[in-house]
Structures are given as C-alpha cells and as structure tokens.
C-alpha cells in the first residue's frame, strides 16, 4: 500500500489540530459596502470589463478548439477590436476629467 501524503501539518496524538494554533479570528464588519465613488469607477469601467470578458471567452475557444476555424479567429479579432475601442473610450473619459490628455505608450498598445 501506497502512503498516502498530506498538504496539512501533522497532527499530535491526542492534540489540538496545528491549524487552529494558526487561524485568526476575521472581524467580517473590517468589510464595508463599496463607497459610491467606487460604484461610479466600477460603472464607468465595465463596459472595458464585459470587453475583457468577451476576449477571454474568445481566447479560450481558439485555444481549445481542435483546429479552430475562421469564425473562432474572426470572433477572436472582433474581441480584440471591441476591448481597445473600449479602452480608448475609457482613456478618452478619463482625459475629459482631468481635463488633460492621458499619456499612453503606443509601443505598447
């Protein structure tokens, strides 16, 4: 018979189990609801988040796909163009509140 390996710490004979030397108490109320500036970013970036959403998806069918047709490479490419488009829109916002341009890296774009 194979031994059979264990990610936890060994426990004592007749001890307390070595996980509850190492917990901690979590105080649940440290967690407040988002503020509404934090609910405003987050509106103002979802649509570059569903874009995120929909390249990954996208991504994951080329890879995973035998031999992946033109349709996944076309999706792929649509994804790719809605998620800078929507990266654009959100510098652009950006850039209008600051009331200065946002410095980008072309190279890296």
Do not use: N, Y
């Amino acid at each position: 018979m194979l031994p059979v390996r264990s990610h936890a710490p060994p426990v004592e004979a007749g001890g307390a189990s070595p996980w509850k030397e190492m917990s901690f108490p979590m105080d649940l109320d440290v967690f407040d609801e988002p503020s509404d500036v934090e609910l405003a970013a987050i509106e103002l970036e979802w649509p570059l988040i569903a874009a995120e959403l929909e390249l990954v998806g996208a991504e994951i069918a080329v890879l995973t796909a035998t031999s992946p047709s033109e349709l996944d490479w076309r999706r792929l490419r649509r994804a790719e163009r809605r998620r800078l488009r929507a990266l654009v829109e959100l510098l652009d916002l950006t850039a209008s509140v600051l009331g200065r341009p946002v410095e980008c890296d072309r190279a890296a774009a």
